[in-house]
């Protein structure tokens, strides 16, 4: 079945291995299956949510896009661009927050963790970031969207929204209902200095992450230094279950030479973490290297990256501006 895909990446800084495993490897596998029609966005817009810095937030936007260029994504084959240039995106965030309920937006636990414990300090954007979200999908009528396991709940809100739009504005089907596609294994990379917290950009410590602009010698460091326990690695998966910092590490090996991670149990059961952790590093900066190398290579031309982006603007407005346009048509404007 052919599949209209949709996904984005926030230019908020480094992008790291759980966002490639979690999320652009995924991207750049769907982009290959030449029955799927792909658009993949830098979403600047969600990035303002939280305070940034101009320069840096324009840096970022390059090299977000670039480390989409970098991981295999072909802006022959896929729509690249970033969301600000393309205005239907804000115009329709505005239209379905009038549709979305106060009442579903309460329930996102992403707020909560993300505005802690001041909410009455966190931006208003940052609360209705789901909504502009949805819109993002819903103006491309995607009907899948690879994302790492933290935005299954917004996406269900993304199908409430479609959902109740095409029920009060009796127009069945108008709305896509997108459906999420998610990793079944290993959809939450944990961070290297505790198995229970998620690798994520915003983790102040450095080497709880793998970033793809690390070095070699720096990723070498990192695996070297990532938290284990004192037990061997076990004989099964069973045996791992109360042990979140050596499933992660396995789970990553498995995840990078794409195979299950029983078969990576039995390479390595009964060895102790110092032998696996070398083959481990030597494999991540295997994959992860060339995407560094690239991604230095292509910032070093601007005009290059920008013009991927306006291209990609172009294209993408031309769907997202007929969808508004018939938006508003049956709103009654
Ligand atoms: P973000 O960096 O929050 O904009 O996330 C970009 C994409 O990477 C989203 O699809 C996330 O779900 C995914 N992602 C972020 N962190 C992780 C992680 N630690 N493990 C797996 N996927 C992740
Ligand atoms: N909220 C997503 C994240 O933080 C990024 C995102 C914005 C997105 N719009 C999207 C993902 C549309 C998929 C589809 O990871």
């Known amino acids: 079945m052919s599949k209209k895909i949709f996904s984005g990446v926030q230019p908020t800084g480094n992008l790291h291995l759980g966002n490639y495993i979690g999320a652009i490897k995924n991207f750049v596998n769907l982009q290959n299956d030449s029955n799927n029609f792909c658009i993949y966005c830098v979403v600047d817009l969600h990035a303002i949510t939280v305070k940034q810095t101009p320069k840096e937030l324009k840096k970022n936007i390059r090299e977000t896009t670039a480390a989409f260029i970098a991981s295999g994504l072909d802006f022959k084959k896929s729509i690249i661009f970033n969301q600000s240039m393309v205005s239907a995106h804000s115009e329709g965030s505005w239209i379905l927050s009038c549709v979305a309920r106060m009442g579903w937006l309460n329930r996102m636990t992403q707020f909560k963790e993300k505005a802690g414990k001041d909410k009455e300090k966190a931006s208003v954007g940052l609360y209705i970031y789901p909504i502009l979200m949805a819109a993002d999908i819903l103006l491309y009528d995607a009907t899948h969207v690879p994302v790492g396991e933290d935005q299954k709940q917004h996406l269900e809100l993304a199908r409430d929204i479609a959902n109740k739009f095409n029920l009060d504005f009796d127009s069945s089907n108008f709305l896509i209902a997108p459906e999420p596609l998610i990793q079944k294994n290993f959809a939450r990379i944990m961070s290297l200095k505790d198995g229970q917290k998620k690798m994520s950009k915003s983790d102040p410590s450095d080497l709880s992450r793998i970033n793809l602009n690390d070095t070699k010698d720096q990723i070498f460091n990192k695996i070297k230094k990532a938290k284990t326990d004192t037990m061997p690695i076990p004989e099964n998966e069973n045996q791992l279950s109360n042990r979140p910092e050596a499933q992660n590490l396995l789970g990553i ?81």
């Open 253 to 333: 090996y498995s995840c990078l030479n794409d195979q299950p991670l029983f078969e990576t149990i039995n390479e390595f059961s009964g060895k102790n973490f110092s032998e696996f952790k070398d083959k481990l590093a030597n494999l991540v900066v295997d994959k992860i290297s060339p995407i560094s190398s690239e991604i230095n290579k292509l910032l070093k031309d601007e005009n290059f990256i920008d013009k991927v982006l306006n291209d990609g603007a172009e294209r993408a407005g031309e769907i997202a501006e007929k969808k508004i346009k018939d938006i508003k048509k049956i709103i009654g404007f």
